[in-house]
């Protein structure tokens, strides 16, 4: 497989909670690794972020729009930013969130992912091979991949605690609580201690506006 792992998510913390551990597992095993967080607000939070991902070990980027619309200008910039990052993979939000930006996200993601693949926009057009879809604090019902994460929770654990005004929320405990029991629970369903769970979502792969417009062989 080609390319990084880029996962672009809506807000502060959901880079944490939703995939922090496998962020970290890939960074650990040497591989191109990048957050892209579409909004910062309040802005206090920026600092929690980059705190969160240095503890996560992984590059990062912050647009600091004020919200997250599904409109032309920003499927350009995301599209325009996937072109330059060249990502195997992207991880992003569930169209089922409950989070009115979570869903806005991953309709931009979608809609970027498209154009940067169009030879009749890119003269150097990417491809991005893979669609995984994560969870925040809404839960996947049937999830499609597993990753085991029981030596990389640690430092999804730190970057949880860098979100002091998150945390601070929930006195009770919510978000450490909440990330522990869902890398439990999904750890039970594939036979390991700690796991984090994803939808993959199959993308266009062949047709006029992409690079290569016919599948040769299927086996
Ligand atoms: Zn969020």
Redesign the pocket.
Same mark, same amino acid.
């Given at each position: 497989m080609t390319g990084g792992l880029l996962a672009i !998510?809506? =807000?502060p #913390? #959901?880079e944490t909670f939703g995939c922090g551990g496998t962020l970290a597992k890939h960074a650990s095993a040497g591989k191109e690794v990048r957050v892209l967080c579409l909004t910062c607000n309040p802005r206090n939070r920026r600092d929690e972020f980059f705190n969160a991902v240095q503890s996560l070990d992984v590059d990062a980027d912050i647009l600091e729009r004020d919200d997250i619309q599904v409109s032309p200008e920003l499927i350009r910039e995301l599209a325009d930013y996937i072109d330059d990052f060249r990502p195997g993979t992207i991880i992003t939000h569930l169209p089922f969130d409950y =989070?009115r930006? =979570?869903k806005s996200c991953y309709g931009v993601v979608k809609e970027a992912i498209e154009w940067a693949a169009h030879t009749t926009m890119y003269e150097d057009a990417w491809l991005v091979e893979r669609l995984l879809l994560m969870e !925040?604090n809404t839960l996947i019902p049937s999830p499609s991949i597993l990753v085991d994460v029981t030596n990389s929770y640690d430092a999804k654990e730190k970057a949880i605690n860098q979100y002091s005004t998150q945390l601070a929320k929930f006195p009770w405990g919510y978000y450490p609580r909440v990330n522990r029991k869902k890398a439990e629970l999904r750890g039970v369903q594939c036979d390991v201690e700690l796991a984090e769970a994803f939808i993959e979502e199959s993308l266009p792969r062949d047709g006029p506006f992409y690079l290569e417009k016919a599948t040769a062989l299927l086996v």
């Open positions: !998510v809506s =807000h #913390d #959901d =989070h930006e =979570h !925040v």
